[in-house]
């Protein structure tokens, strides 16, 4: 509501504004009337114009929080903020719209009253109504309100008459009740009593311009309005829903009466209007994205991604404990997954972690603020840093707008916290960046992900792709604009699953010579590539007809084409060059003094050179021509052991020059990072059966606490907030709590 509100007054400012400069004084007072009607129209339509772009998107998936959570019978009932502000500006509104009601009837009723009590008669198709009060000559509807004694006596001059007749007869009265009620509605609004004004004001030039149009001199015509407009010529106020003659507005009109404007000065401030009428409707419009499904082919996930996700189930039903990197994770697996794989695993526990952007204001009150400060039985957080209970003092209860407070049973407590109580408290800085932007932090950490998995393996890149469309969607419309998030749906990924019609024909013809691979693979039921050694020769000969097919197909295509396309299947393994052993196919060792194979490159650091990435293409391209000369004479017996070891040293010197060139420049931006970083705190071991209520609480504790190192590092990394002393420090703390659950773990398995 109040960005409507902003946007229809802007846009009616924009219409007064231009108005002013190039309509007001001009001569064309009909156009003006019904500029200045359709002005209030379009400044109440524009902000309601809705503008659709419809998105193409293959799925979305649920999103869940991004912290650890463990499962307890246990629900915390916290005290619900109740915001009265909007309840307090919706009554002032509605005092204001009574108010404005009331007095809109009012002045009908009063004018009613007058045409009821006083005489009347019809003049053609007016009514004039005589009053005993000395007023000015005013209109309503087709009655004209007149002075009995003046009417009587004839010292009402025609040019007055015919004056008030204008008003009539073009209906100015309708324009009034049409702004008096925008006025009720939107009686908080001061544009609407300018409009109102220049409104009024167009009448009177209309009726003056009727006047003078009669024949009427014109410098007689305007001494008659200066004889009305004299405080002298009346004694009470009219009606405001009715014209009359205003002194104050005179000169104006005298002015306006001297103008002719011809008809090319009119065009041309009128077609001034169309851009400004542009911009207003592009600005201040509504543009709404709306997801439009396309027809896609079923996706499934691969062999190792099904594995981690029957990992991660097992665990959960044993611990209960539900960690947010692998949560979020297998959501996305789960949602990736074919019907018939879903078939074949428990579905992941859903709705189970609150949103933390929805979390209102929780401010402490100042009596247990003050308790806060025993450091003996308090230990507190402040934005999700330790510090000393004497802290607080430098603090107002205030300063905070969230806290938590949790109770630490005897068993879970440590050396460094032995207090019974932790509170984590929250400023209005660390509440909005742990709460408030928590899913636009985690929209953006993703998206950083997802942009480092260009030339990485498609179902990597949809794990992401399928958390950010749910996460973008829970996003409120202000966050996005204001925070400029791009809508994951137009990210071009997992190019195998989208419409048919959209794939290139090149592509088209390389993915279905890939799938009649992969439905081979799946008909003789082999983990491929060894399974392939299992095969009979004849299979092994249409199924290397049909991979030479694909290779043929993936030859055909662009580089651009490579890169939008599904990677190739692995090449099936040479028989020759294994052997079964035991019941399983093993490689045999090569006879002779056979050149080691190219060492793999280590990862391009962040922001490489241009020297960097050359090297590291020069590598790649040796290293294919390398591999070529290996399966030459494994498999076709061609070339010598000699012209391998030339190609060997040949890759081997570009793979020091590289590794050298790539650790210099990570040295260089990493320097600061790696002297004096401390050690990753150790795995914890699996629990024993039936564990202690006590040893699952100090693993409770040692999550957090982990949770919270985890969190340094990648402030200290990320950011370059903080030390490395601070990060000893927490990592002295999480290594003490292993020390403590791998004793307390050890004695129960031993009991």
Request: glycine share 2%; aromatic share 12%; hydrophobic share 40%.
């Given at each position: 509501?109040?960005?409507?509100?902003?946007?229809?007054?802007?846009?009616?400012?924009?219409?007064?504004?231009?108005?002013?400069?190039?309509?007001?004084?001009?001569?064309?007072?009909?156009?003006?009337?019904?500029?200045?009607?359709?002005?209030?129209?379009?400044?109440i339509g524009i902000p309601l114009i809705t503008f659709t772009q419809y998105i193409e998107v293959e799925r979305s998936v649920s999103f869940l929080s991004t912290q650890n959570f463990i499962l307890t019978d246990t629900i915390t009932n916290e005290p619900i903020n109740i915001d009265y502000t909007s309840t307090i500006l919706w009554s002032i509104y509605?005092?204001?719209?009574?108010?404005?009601?009331?007095?809109?009837?009012?002045?009908?009723?009063?004018?009613?009253?007058?045409?009821?009590?006083?005489?009347?008669?019809?003049?053609?198709?007016?009514?004039?109504?005589?009053?005993?009060d000395l007023v000015h000559p005013h209109t309503f509807l087709n009655y004209i309100f007149l002075n009995k004694t003046?009417?009587?006596?004839?010292?009402?001059?025609?040019?007055?008459?015919?004056?008030?007749?204008?008003?009539?007869?073009?209906?100015?009265?309708?324009?009034?009740?049409?702004?008096?009620?925008?006025?009720?509605?939107?009686?908080?609004?001061?544009?609407?009593?300018v409009i109102k004004k220049d409104i009024k004001l167009n009448h009177e030039f209309l009726a003056d311009h009727a006047v003078l149009k009669r024949g009427v001199n014109k410098s007689t015509y305007q001494k008659i309005l200066l004889a009305f407009a004299t405080p002298n010529n009346y004694i009470k106020n009219h009606s405001s829903l009715a014209n009359s003659i205003n002194y104050l507005l005179i000169k104006k009109r005298f002015t306006v009466m001297k103008i002719q404007t011809s008809k090319t000065v009119f065009w041309f401030r009128s077609l001034l209007l169309l851009p400004i009428l542009c911009v207003l409707i592009y600005g201040f419009s509504q543009h709404k994205v709306v997801e439009k499904p396309v027809e896609i082919h079923e996706t499934e996930v691969t062999e190792a991604m099904i594995q981690e996700y029957i990992e991660f189930i097992d665990k959960y039903e044993k611990t209960k404990i539900i960690d947010f990197l692998v949560y979020e994770r297998i959501v996305a697996i789960y949602e990736l997954m074919s019907d018939?794989?879903?078939?074949?695993?428990?579905?992941?526990?859903?709705?189970?972690i609150p949103s933390l952007a929805k979390v209102k204001y929780k401010i402490p009150i100042e009596n247990e603020f003050n308790q806060w400060k025993n450091s003996e039985k308090f230990a507190i957080w402040i934005n999700g840093r330790s510090v000393k209970n004497t802290?607080?003092?430098?603090?107002k209860a205030t300063d905070f707008k969230y806290y938590t407070s949790s109770f630490v049973h005897n068993n879970a407590r440590s050396k460094k916290y032995p207090q019974p109580y932790q509170n984590h408290l929250y400023t209005e800085k660390g509440f909005e960046e742990t709460y408030l932007k928590y899913g636009i932090n985690k929209f953006r950490r993703l998206f950083d992900e997802y942009k480092k998995l260009d030339?990485?393996?498609?179902?990597?890149?949809?794990?992401?792709?399928?958390?950010?469309?749910?996460?973008?969607?829970?996003?409120?419309?202000?966050?996005?604009?204001?925070?400029?998030?791009?809508?994951?749906?137009?990210?071009?990924?997992?190019?195998?699953?989208?419409?048919?019609?959209?794939?290139?024909?090149?592509?088209?013809?390389y993915v279905q010579a890939r799938t009649y691979v992969l439905n081979f693979i799946k008909k003789q039921d082999i983990d491929y590539p060894l399974g392939y050694l299992t095969l009979s020769e004849t299979e092994?000969?249409?199924?290397?007809?049909?991979?030479?097919?694909?290779?043929?197909?993936?030859?055909?295509?662009?580089?651009?084409?490579?890169?939008?396309?599904?990677?190739?299947?692995?090449?099936?393994?040479?028989p020759k060059e294994y052997e079964l052993i035991d019941g399983k196919f093993h490689k045999k060792k090569v006879v002779g003094t056979f050149p080691p194979p190219p060492p793999p490159l280590s990862p391009l650091p962040k922001n490489p050179s241009k020297a960097l990435i050359e090297l590291k293409k020069k590598y790649d391209e040796q290293q294919e021509i390398y591999g070529k000369l290996i399966s030459s004479l494994i498999n076709e017996k061609k070339g010598t052991t000699e012209e391998l070891r030339k190609a060997s040293v040949h890759v081997t010197n570009l793979y020091k020059e590289y590794s050298a060139m790539a650790e210099k420049e990570k040295d260089k931006r990493n320097k600061?990072?790696?002297?004096?970083?401390?050690?990753?705190?150790?795995?914890?071991?699996?629990l024993p059966k039936n564990p202690s209520k006590a040893l699952l609480e100090l693993k409770k504790k040692y999550d957090q606490e982990i949770a919270i190192y985890g969190k340094l590092i990648g402030s200290f990394i990320s950011e370059k907030k903080g030390t490395t002393e601070e990060l000893r420090k927490a990592s002295v703390h999480v290594t003490n709590l292993y020390k403590e659950y791998s004793a307390m773990a050890k004695k129960e398995k031993e009991n």
């Open positions: 509501m109040f960005l409507f509100i902003l946007k229809s007054s802007a846009c009616l400012a924009s219409f007064i504004l231009f108005y002013r400069l190039c309509l007001e004084k001009t001569s064309v007072h009909v156009f003006k009337r019904f500029y200045l009607l359709g002005a209030l129209l379009l400044s509605l005092l204001g719209v009574v108010l404005f009601l009331f007095r809109f009837l009012k002045n009908l009723f009063q004018l009613n009253q007058k045409i009821r009590k006083n005489v009347k008669f019809k003049n053609k198709e007016f009514t004039n109504v005589l009053l005993n003046n009417y009587e006596n004839n010292q009402l001059p025609d040019e007055v008459l015919l004056h008030e007749e204008t008003h009539a007869k073009q209906k100015h009265t309708i324009d009034i009740l049409f702004i008096e009620f925008l006025q009720i509605t939107f009686w908080f609004n001061p544009l609407l009593y018939k794989q879903r078939n074949t695993v428990k579905k992941y526990p859903d709705n189970m802290e607080l003092d430098n603090y030339d990485i393996n498609d179902f990597e890149k949809q794990l992401i792709k399928v958390q950010l469309e749910k996460l973008y969607k829970s996003l409120s419309n202000q966050d996005i604009k204001k925070y400029n998030i791009k809508n994951p749906a137009t990210l071009n990924v997992f190019k195998k699953n989208i419409n048919k019609d959209t794939i290139p024909k090149n592509i088209e013809s092994q000969k249409y199924f290397n007809k049909l991979y030479r097919l694909m290779s043929d197909e993936y030859m055909k295509l662009s580089e651009s084409e490579r890169k939008s396309a599904p990677l190739q299947i692995a090449p099936p393994p040479s600061s990072k790696v002297e004096g970083f401390p050690p990753p705190p150790p795995p914890l071991s699996p």
